[in-house]
């Protein structure tokens, strides 16, 4: 960190990661650009580590529910220290140690670059036992399961939550804030090779896809009730497999579609609906965080208990980010993605800029 911070109105030259067509990892370019100057609720953030997602490969790839206008910019998630603010704002200061965390529109402010202009709702002040890479790890992961298992289906303990694509970033956060909660979480991966380190973030059962039958596996569980919550990242055929393993009148939330990239979703509603099952097909972080281009307003209420809650967590250690692999520097920015569109990882993915 600097001895002496920028003060508000200096201009700051960054790197940024743009890409100025769709495609392949090929496409993206590091560029120089000036910042402007932050406004009203703004703040400049020197990044430190920037964190890949899935969300960065379906942008990058044209395929996200938002469209790039390009050149376009890409990232929801890193972590930094601010080195000035604009007008108004309130709740943050100069010095100050963030990350990002999901309540924006990727056209205004991507976060992938040595500095960034940002709005003050969207960041979080995380607790200061974290370094850097595990702030820049948590929040996409835990704000998302936080909004999905608590504020929607209300998750309760001793529930039984079931966790596709658990081997993810979100996934493993996801497993991690269930068992905060006292739920019980059934890991659901493609690789017998994950089953270790799936329970040791906490999962209690860990079914491989293609190997078990799902359904029968959390029906035997459960002892034949079902699973009070599926939190699918994946959607694809098994959807409706995954309908009938739950219990009557409780929730499927749909947060993902990685297995409906190459095949049709059927939607299980006659199941759905004979079963009483509450299924949230379309579910987005920003349904609670807010999105301007999405014409959806934040519910500042459910923020501020995720914050709460999510801080906690992580300040006594009760949640803790899941790392698999940091690259160094923007010129290994690329081979990331190449890394992270691999789908071998456990974990998530970082680039370090320090």
Not at 29 to 43: D, F, I, S, T
Not at 117 to 127: K, S
Request: hydrophobic fraction near 45%; charged fraction near 20%; proline fraction near 6%.
């Amino acid at each position: 960190m600097p001895s002496v911070l920028p003060s508000y109105g200096m201009n700051r030259n960054a790197k940024i990661v743009r890409f100025h067509q769709t495609g392949p990892p090929g496409v993206l370019r590091v560029e120089e650009e000036v910042l402007r100057k932050p406004e009203a609720g703004e703040v400049l953030v020197r990044t430190d580590i920037l964190g890949l997602s899935r969300v960065d490969l379906l942008w990058r790839e044209g395929s996200y529910f938002e469209q790039p206008v390009f050149p376009a910019g890409l990232g929801y998630d890193a972590a930094g220290v601010i080195e000035s603010v604009g007008p108004d704002v309130r709740t943050v200061s100069v010095g100050d140690r963030v990350s990002t965390f999901p309540a924006v529109s990727l056209r205004d402010y991507p976060a992938h670059a040595e500095a960034v202009i940002y709005p003050e709702n969207a960041l979080f002040a995380y607790p200061h036992n974290l370094d850097p890479r595990q702030a820049a790890s948590a929040n996409m992961g835990l704000f998302t399961a936080y909004f999905a298992l608590v504020e929607l289906a209300e998750l309760q303990p001793d529930q039984v939550v079931v966790i596709t694509a658990a081997s993810s970033s979100l996934g493993m956060a996801a497993i991690q804030l269930a068992k905060a909660f006292g739920a019980h979480c059934i890991a659901v991966t493609r690789s017998e090779g994950k089953r270790k380190r799936l329970i040791e973030v906490g999962a209690d059962y860990v079914v491989v896809a293609g190997a078990d039958d799902v359904s029968e596996t959390v029906l035997g569980i459960t002892e034949g009730e079902g699973a009070d919550v599926i939190y699918d990242g994946v959607a694809g055929p098994g959807l409706e497999e995954l309908v009938w393993a739950t219990r009557r009148f409780g929730s499927v939330i749909v947060y993902g579609y990685l297995g409906a990239m190459d095949a049709t979703t059927p939607l299980p509603l006659g199941a759905a609906f004979l079963r009483g099952i509450n299924l949230h097909a379309s579910f987005r972080i920003f349904d609670y965080t807010g999105n301007p281009k999405l014409r959806l307003s934040p519910n500042l209420a459910a923020i501020e208990r995720a914050k709460t809650f999510i801080s906690a967590g992580l300040a006594s250690g009760l949640l803790t980010p899941t790392i698999d692999r940091v690259f160094t520097g923007l010129e290994e920015y690329t081979v990331a993605h190449r890394y992270q569109a691999a789908n071998t990882h456990a974990g998530k993915v970082l680039v370090d800029l320090r």
